[in-house]
DNA sequence: CCGAAAATAT
DNA sequence: GATATTTTCG
């Protein structure tokens, strides 16, 4: 029988930003680093990298400056790639800037669903997820490309929901997983708790919640206890930590104009005034808590992540 | 800009 | 080879 639909918001107030864990919400990742040039990638294959290399939170970069008591160090796990080694050390090409390849771990999975869960999936569109989860380094295209993905999952499952089971989500904490999913496709997904409203938008009823953002507000100002949720990247990271952010550079002005936007202001994290009347502060929507995930038990795949959830 | 497909890398 | 992620096309 239906689950209770509206029970899933109850789990969002846990998940919702505690008055601790609320807070900014600048999630570093990815290594804007590359180090390689021209890197030689024979176009072979070879089975290496994801090794813990335990790259440390990267010391805290000299220069510095930046904010005055926040922004997260880039919390990027860098998984390196086996080799590399020596040159790494110094190098900024500083040209060329080759992103590495985007991981996504449960916990960045975590917030893109938590990030389409709360614009529904009506405005969940790229853009505006990458907005809501502010994730920095984030770009459009890894979301894009996520979502789609993202989209696949939830499809395959509403196919298979037949009856039994319901169960839409292989159960995460548990990792119940036995479920009907196979194991390809659903990793990475099965690992965070989808929303029951993703399995059949505009179907019944109830089409809660508006585009509103959410994130109420923050008042505590604590010691500088920046939670930063791994972020995991890398291909072949040669870490550094340069952040730069070529992403583009209009502004709306295509030739034609979609729709207007029932929310949210443009661009990247620029200051976008009130959304749609909802009082909310610019910037630093959100920051849910995350929570442990035990890795998947089966063989072989492990990404690390961590989440220092701060703890001073 | 969004969506899906193809291409590439791992 | 398969999967994950990126890049290109519509």
């Known amino acids: 029988m239906r689950e209770e639909d509206s029970n899933w918001f109850s789990r969002w107030e846990e998940e919702l930003p505690s008055p601790d864990e609320l807070m900014p919400l600048s999630q570093s990742l990815i290594t804007p680093d590359l180090a390689m040039a021209f890197d030689i990638r024979n176009p072979n294959h070879h089975h290496a990298q994801q ?49 590495p390849r985007l991981v996504w771990t449960p916990q960045l999975h975590k917030r893109f669903v938590d990030a389409v869960a709360h614009l529904g999936i009506k405005n969940a569109v790229p853009k505006t997820i990458m907005q809501l989860m502010s994730v920095d380094g984030l770009t459009r295209e890894n979301v894009a490309s996520h979502l789609q993905k993202y989209r696949l999952y939830l499809k395959r499952m509403q196919g298979l929901s ?25 990793h990475l997904f099965a690992s965070s708790p989808v929303p029951p409203h993703f399995l059949h938008p505009g179907r019944g009823n109830s089409e809660h919640f508006l585009p509103f953002v959410p994130v109420p507000a923050l008042q505590h100002h604590h010691h500088h206890q920046q939670q930063q949720i791994v972020a995991a990247a890398v291909g072949h990271p040669h870490l550094q930590s340069q952040y ?47 929570d442990l995930e035990s890795a998947n038990g089966n063989g072989g795949r492990k990404v690390l992540t961590l989440f220092p959830t701060g703890d001073d």
Do not use: C, W
């Open 51 to 99: 090794q813990q290399s335990s790259v440390q939170p990267a010391p805290p970069p000299p220069s510095a400056a930046v904010q005055p008591s926040s922004q997260p160090t880039l919390a990027e796990f860098a998984a390196d790639s086996g080799d590399l080694g020596s040159g790494a050390a110094g190098d900024e090409p500083a040209r060329t800037l080759k992103r």
């Open 162 to 186: 037949g009856g039994s089971g319901g169960g839409a989500n292989g159960g995460s904490g548990g990792a119940g997983l036995g479920a009907s999913t196979d194991p390809a496709t659903d």
């Open 244 to 290: 730069h952010r070529p992403q583009m550079g209009h502004y709306g002005s295509s030739p034609n104009s979609q729709f207007e936007h029932p929310f949210l202001g443009r661009q990247t994290q620029q200051p976008m005034h009130r959304i749609g009347g909802t009082p909310m502060h610019n910037q630093a929507p959100s920051s849910y808590v995350e």
